[in-house]
């Protein structure tokens, strides 16, 4: 008995067992801005009528609701709301505009920040003396809560109110960093800033960066995190994990997305409407053992596939059996989602030449080129260049970037 009890000590003790393999080097020790707000750094909204741009992920450590713990504090005074895409809550699906309304709970005005406009008006801050940015991102540039960044530091900059950006980690480290930099000539929504697809920055580093670039000259301060690092993933920080929208359930699929985000823009189903999204992928005119065998035979780092079949319940394909392949991210420290995006294309219109589509233009400009940043991937894919020859030309301009971006690197 003794024997047993030693032996189920030792499994439960304190180092993180997360998928990829292995254990974390870290103890449970990382704390969010908030978390420091509300310890040590109150004096910084004390007397301050505040704005709050946020969702469900600006929690505590110990899974307090940063709306909820601000208005029950005396000296706190909460004016007003603002809600990035997906909604206050999040539940609200992909493009799925959103009006502004009165918070049932807290009767405060919630302003959308994805409907009729995407930026803070002079009207929505007349009555605010500092904002709150308090937004769990995942470190992908078309993750649009970075875009609700930059219009939020642009209007506030432009009626002299002061933002407060609550720092949270890069959950998929911030010392990884892939993809092509953005080529402004194809910015939008999904793609605000020059950029790498995965930038491997905080949104406390990246509000730094774009008051910079864009010379906004506004007056922002950043609350810091207690204890993170570089090389952290979400999952070795010891923070409760909140999905930051209803297609990003976990950090494995955030693992994928910056990569297989891009078969969106495809006539390929990204498991949308299903409940593996961004690890299923598949058609109906797809053979899934054939796709299988070709991407496990490219001897991809860190990933293997599984021929699978699934029917979406909803989104593309909705209610049609699509086959394809599972993504399982054996080692997501060797993981490069930005070029499995590409080899999955690349092998999918190799295979399947007469049916495969890249959605068609909106605006004169395809949503591959708006996510990738360029049209040049695109055109390359299309003349059958390798993807790792489209790998490599975008490496100068990576190291430029990591150059670039270290003085505004917090941590």
């Known amino acids: 008995m003794k024997g047993t009890l030693l032996v189920f000590l030792i499994f439960i003790s304190p180092a993180i067992v997360y998928a990829g393999g292995g254990q974390s080097?870290?103890?449970?020790?990382?704390?969010?801005?908030?978390?420091?707000?509300?310890?040590?750094?109150?004096?910084?909204?004390?007397g301050k009528r505040i704005g709050l741009v946020t969702n469900q992920t600006g929690i505590t450590r110990d899974i307090r609701s940063n709306i909820d713990t601000l208005t029950s504090?005396?000296?706190?005074?909460?004016?007003?709301?603002?809600?990035?895409?997906?909604?206050?809550?999040?539940?609200?699906?992909?493009?799925?505009?959103?009006?502004?309304?009165?918070?049932?709970?807290?009767?405060?005005?919630?302003?959308?920040?994805?409907?009729?406009?995407?930026?803070?008006?002079?009207?929505?801050?007349?009555?605010?003396?500092?904002?709150?940015?308090?937004?769990?991102?995942?470190?992908?540039?078309f993750y649009t809560y970075i875009s609700t960044l930059k219009y939020v530091l642009e209007g506030a900059a432009e009626c002299g109110v002061k933002v407060l950006i609550i720092d949270h980690p890069n959950p998929i480290t911030g010392n990884k960093v892939e993809g092509s930099v953005l080529d402004t000539a194809f910015s939008s929504f999904v793609g605000i800033a020059p950029i790498p697809i995965r930038h491997g920055m905080t949104v406390g580093e990246l509000a730094l960066m774009f008051n910079d670039i864009f010379s906004f000259n506004g007056?922002?301060?950043?609350?810091?995190?207690?204890?993170?690092?570089?090389?952290?993933?979400?999952?070795?920080?010891?923070?409760?994990?909140?999905?930051?929208?209803?297609?990003?359930?976990?950090?494995?699929?955030?693992?994928v997305y910056p990569g297989i985000c891009l078969l969106e823009s495809t006539n390929i189903s990204c498991g949308r409407g299903t409940t593996r999204?961004?690890?299923?992928?598949?058609a109906p005119w797809i053979d899934g053992n054939i796709l299988t065998r070709a991407l496990n035979q490219k001897g991809l780092p860190g990933v293997k596939f599984r021929s699978t079949a699934f029917i979406p319940y909803s989104s593309k394909y909705q209610g049609e059996r699509c086959e394809g392949v599972e993504i399982y991210v054996?080692?997501?420290?060797?993981?490069?989602?930005?070029?499995?995006?590409?080899?999955?294309i690349?092998?999918?219109?190799?295979?399947?030449?007469?049916?495969?589509?890249?959605?068609?233009?909106?605006?004169?400009?395809?949503?591959?080129?708006?996510?990738?940043?360029?049209?040049?991937?695109?055109?390359?894919?299309?003349?059958?260049?390798?993807?790792?020859?489209?790998?490599?030309?975008?490496?100068?301009?990576?190291?430029?970037?990591?150059?670039n971006r270290e003085k505004y690197l917090l941590y």
């Not at 704390?31 to 909204?45: A, P």
């Not at 406009?117 to 709150?132: A, E």
């Not at 054996?330 to 999955?344: A, K, M």
Request: with cysteine.
């Open 73 to 141: 504090i005396k000296d706190a005074n909460l004016v007003a709301l603002f809600a990035p895409e997906h909604g206050l809550m999040g539940c609200k699906q992909a493009g799925e505009h959103i009006k502004p309304y009165k918070d049932t709970k807290t009767g405060i005005q919630v302003y959308s920040l994805y409907g009729k406009s995407k930026r803070p008006t002079s009207q929505m801050l007349k009555n605010i003396d500092l904002l709150l940015f308090d937004i769990q991102d995942i470190g992908a540039r």
């Open 25 to 46: 080097k870290y103890k449970y020790v990382v704390k969010t801005g908030l978390d420091r707000l509300l310890k040590d750094k109150f004096d910084l909204i004390k």
């Open 346 to 403: 690349a092998s999918v219109k190799e295979l399947y030449p007469k049916e495969f589509m890249w959605q068609p233009p909106q605006n004169g400009s395809y949503g591959f080129d708006r996510l990738m940043g360029t049209d040049k991937v695109r055109k390359d894919l299309d003349s059958e260049v390798a993807v790792y020859k489209i790998v490599q030309e975008w490496q100068e301009s990576l190291n430029t970037f990591k150059k």
């Open 219 to 255: 007056e922002i301060e950043v609350l810091k995190m207690e204890a993170w690092q570089r090389d952290m993933w979400f999952d070795e920080t010891g923070l409760p994990w909140v999905a930051p929208s209803p297609n990003i359930p976990n950090l494995e699929t955030a693992t």
């Open 330 to 344: 054996l080692n997501r420290d060797e993981f490069q989602p930005v070029r499995i995006g590409l080899e999955i």
């Open 277 to 282: 999204p961004f690890l299923l992928l598949g």
